[in-house]
């Protein structure tokens, strides 16, 4: 049996402060419906999809909190879940999480074709820091506003509609660490969707980074992580100008030999669409990535025992 499905990059262009959820709603409608005409099940939205990139402010308050969800799906949200029920499309969609207990996470999840959750994830390489950097016109706040993601990198397992395939996700910074790969090729995953937010400056401060590096390094680590863990890889933007911030653009759809099947061309509303073929997962998972007869992970417990790098001492102090 072929396990084929056909996906789709939803790619939004900015979202600004002023924009009504109604309208930005409208946009990812527009998005699901134009995907589901070329004949996709799968639409993959960017991170925080329904707001604009607020971390990039220091905010509080209402301003802060009306970024957030207090449920998913919600009433605001609801006609997303509802349209694409009734077209059989599933989607990916990052958003800002706000838990009963008052917990903060910069989240996803994969809803199947028939409106219900199959995953949800919680973003866990959160960049930036906690207080804000003097005399940056944009901050990078995420560590502020949003706890550290604690449902681990887990996979899932879809149904007939998605030809039952390993899925997992990832939130923009999480792509450029390969433990976020590693931990889902472990489970043998087919298909990692990725939303991003991504500056197209360094958003640490410095000059040393502008959007034309920032893309290149975000299309590599997603052609060398696909390839590296034998998986499809879809990775998409909300890219262009946000109230003067800068987002870089590059969504992609990877495959497994970590070649770019279709990439977006603009920095605004765009969907590209491919056709993925899961079984071409098998070469790599069964020869070179083949990690049951290569990976020694007896070598490899520096990689849990510390977060931080210990140099090896200078030759003239021994």
């Known amino acids: 049996m072929v396990r084929l499905l056909r996906a789709a990059a939803a790619q939004m262009g900015p979202t600004q402060k002023a924009d009504s959820r109604e309208h930005t709603l409208g946009r990812m409608l527009q998005l699901l419906e134009s995907a589901a005409t070329r004949g996709a099940s799968l639409v993959v939205f960017p991170e925080l999809a329904f707001t604009t990139f607020f971390p990039r402010w220091l905010i509080e308050g209402e301003a802060l909190d009306c970024n957030f969800e207090r449920g998913m799906p919600n009433s605001a949200v609801q006609p997303l879940f509802d349209r694409a029920r009734a077209l059989r499309v599933g989607?990916?969609?990052?958003?800002?999480?706000?838990?009963?207990?008052?917990?903060?996470?910069?989240?996803?999840?994969?809803?199947?074709?028939?409106?219900?959750?199959?995953?949800?994830?919680?973003?866990?390489?959160?960049?930036?820091?906690?207080?804000?950097?003097?005399?940056?016109?944009?901050?990078?706040?995420?560590?502020?506003?949003?706890?550290?993601?604690?449902?681990?990198?887990?996979?899932?397992?879809?149904?007939?509609?998605?030809?039952?395939?390993?899925?997992?996700?990832?939130?923009?910074?999480?792509?450029?660490?390969?433990?976020?790969?590693?931990?889902?090729?472990?489970?043998?995953?087919?298909?990692?969707?990725?939303?991003?937010?991504?500056?197209?400056?360094?958003?640490?401060?410095?000059?040393?980074?502008?959007?034309?590096?920032?893309?290149?390094?975000s299309t590599l680590v997603t052609q060398a992580n696909a390839y590296m863990n034998a998986t499809w890889a879809i990775s998409v933007a909300k890219p262009g100008d946000e109230d003067g911030s800068g987002l870089i653009g590059g969504s992609c759809i990877v495959d497994p030999n970590g070649c770019i099947v279709a990439q977006a061309a603009t920095l605004t509303d765009e969907v590209i669409v491919a056709d993925i073929d899961l079984d071409l997962c098998r070469q790599g998972k069964d020869k070179m990535f083949n990690f049951a007869a290569h990976r020694r992970p007896e070598q490899y417990a520096v990689i849990t025992e510390r977060a931080g790098v210990i140099e090896p001492a200078a030759l003239d102090a021994i």
């Open 91 to 217: 989607f990916y969609v990052g958003y800002a999480e706000l838990t009963q207990n008052g917990r903060r996470y910069n989240a996803s999840i994969l809803v199947n074709t028939d409106g219900n959750i199959l995953g949800h994830y919680r973003k866990v390489h959160l960049p930036g820091s906690i207080e804000p950097r003097a005399g940056a016109r944009y901050q990078q706040l995420e560590k502020r506003y949003f706890q550290y993601g604690d449902l681990g990198f887990p996979a899932f397992r879809a149904g007939p509609d998605w030809r039952h395939a390993i899925m997992g996700m990832m939130i923009c910074n999480d792509r450029r660490w390969p433990e976020s790969w590693r931990v889902l090729g472990l489970q043998g995953v087919e298909l990692v969707c990725i939303g991003y937010n991504s500056a197209a400056y360094d958003p640490n401060g410095g000059v040393t980074e502008d959007a034309s590096l920032r893309t290149f390094h």
